[in-house]
């Protein structure tokens, strides 16, 4: 390894305690989306004691940040999450289900371990940065509401991420790869009906039923779903059906809808459609309703130029080594979940040649624990899932990659997850996520052409424009359920 990457890589060693202590807070506060205060508050903290300007509060959304060190071009912007979820809170290092509080939170996609190995990767660009006296700047930006708010896409409508040269990002997972493929967009709108109670049997020519209008709505979309493209989705969940008493006509109800799709202009086409077919349900009910736009966020655009360097830099630093107590602890965990078996990543996915090499290193590592690099893949592939990562990638080059921090096949946004996320399992995740990031991002930064080549990609595939999902007028929500 050079020079200037071993001073950014062993930085990050020399802080690793400071690391897995903010995983460890963050994973304690277990903060829902957009509701980070202590979370923001530790980053924003820390970061101005490391040394870094710091502004809070960016894009009027109070617990997002930037915090940048360094002068000069390139500019490589480094995301970080810290939401949990709600209804995991569990305790760590368990092998059965124990809340620790009863019905509270936990962070069962990981981002505790993001947000830090975000954090270590800041921290060792800048002591690169610091050391070598080169021009270049990082900038860690603390990204709120990834579960439910799509902060990203809020700071993409207001152009945040056009000044970058390049983004970087990671994400716990079961498999150490670099993640590639596009995902579907995504949009929230929540409709809230009302209309008049009255006695459903005495007067019920006097009442106006706003949970008939969210049936009929519902079965509109239905009869949509025929008159769309076949990789868009749409969910909806009732979260207000107007009370428990059916002798009432319900005066109020409420429904949060979710369009997806994988290109981002047909999503907002696509809600667009939904949108009128709440108003054929409310003019048939004679009833009215609010509309509240939630969130939304775009498709992911590849950058397979960065995904080299990130590939380059793993294989160059390896995968976390894990103890005979961690493996045990992993293979037993996999024991509680169904798909323990699965073979991992995206080039299994997609490859039938890079299947059969996953495999045989699963044979030979003998563990729950995914302990090897698995190929890279260079050709596009598609996740139904949704990240606001994507609206980052259509503004800058932009690439992530997954480290394990859960055994194979480990279920997302589940108790188990939140159990190991305050393991050595997870903690090693966490700095080896920021190891990597780092060192590429010191490759970026002494090797201009490399920046040159991305940006050419990423013009390539974005030809189209950016359609940002986010209206002029919306500022980020927490849902009422």
Known sequence: ??????????????????????????????????????????????????????????????????????????????????????????????????????GGCGHGCGHNLLGAG???????VKAYLEETKQPGTVILYGCPGEEGGAAKAFMARDGVWKDLDAALTWHPEDVNEVATGS???????????????????????????????????????????????????????????????????QPRASVLYMVRSNHVSEAVELQERVDRIAQGAALMTDTTYERQFIDGLADTVSNHVLEQVLYDN????GVPV???????????????????????????????????????????????????LAPLYKGEAFKAGSTDVGDVSWLTPTAQIHVAAWPNGCPGHSWQNVSCDRTGIGHKAAVHAGKVLAAATV???????????????????????YVCPIPADAVPVVPEY
């Not at 975000?118 to 060792?124: D, E, P, S, V």
């Not at 920046?451 to 390539?460: N, P």
Request: charged share 25%; net charge negative; glycine share 8%.
């Open 1 to 102: 390894m050079i020079r200037e990457k071993r001073l950014a890589v062993d930085a990050i060693e020399a802080k690793a305690g400071l690391v897995t202590e903010i995983a460890d807070q963050i994973w304690e506060y277990a903060e829902l989306s957009l509701q980070e205060e202590k979370s923001a508050d530790l980053y924003c903290r820390t970061l101005e004691q490391e040394g870094f300007r710091v502004e809070r509060g960016i894009c009027s959304i109070a617990t997002a940040f930037s915090a940048s060190y360094g002068s000069g071009r390139p500019v490589i912007g480094i995301l970080a999450e810290y939401d949990a979820l709600s209804g995991l809170s569990q305790k760590a290092g368990s092998l059965e289900r124990q809340e620790l509080v009863s």
């Open 118 to 124: 975000a954090f270590a990767a800041a921290l060792g």
């Open 183 to 249: 995902s579907n967009s995504c949009i929230q709108v929540q409709y809230k009906f009302k209309g008049v109670a009255s006695h459903a049997a005495g007067a019920p020519e006097k009442g106006r039923s706003a949970l008939d209008a969210v049936e009929l709505m519902n079965m509109g979309v239905q009869f949509l779903r025929e008159h769309m493209s076949d990789k868009a989705r749409i969910h909806y969940a009732i979260t207000d059906a107007g009370g428990c008493s059916p002798n009432v006509v």
């Open 314 to 317: 793993f294989k160059e630093l």
């Open 322 to 372: 894990y103890t005979d107590e961690e493996n045990a602890f992993a293979d037993a965990l996999a024991q509680t979940y169904p798909g323990s078996d699965e073979v991992p990543g995206v080039a299994a996915e997609n490859d039938p040649g890079a299947r059969e090499e996953v495999e045989k290193q699963r044979a030979e590592c003998g563990h729950a624990m995914n302990a090897f």
């Open 443 to 465: 490759d970026l930064m002494q090797k201009p052409e490399i920046l040159v080549r991305a940006r050419a990609e990423f013009e390539k595939r974005t030809v189209s424009g």
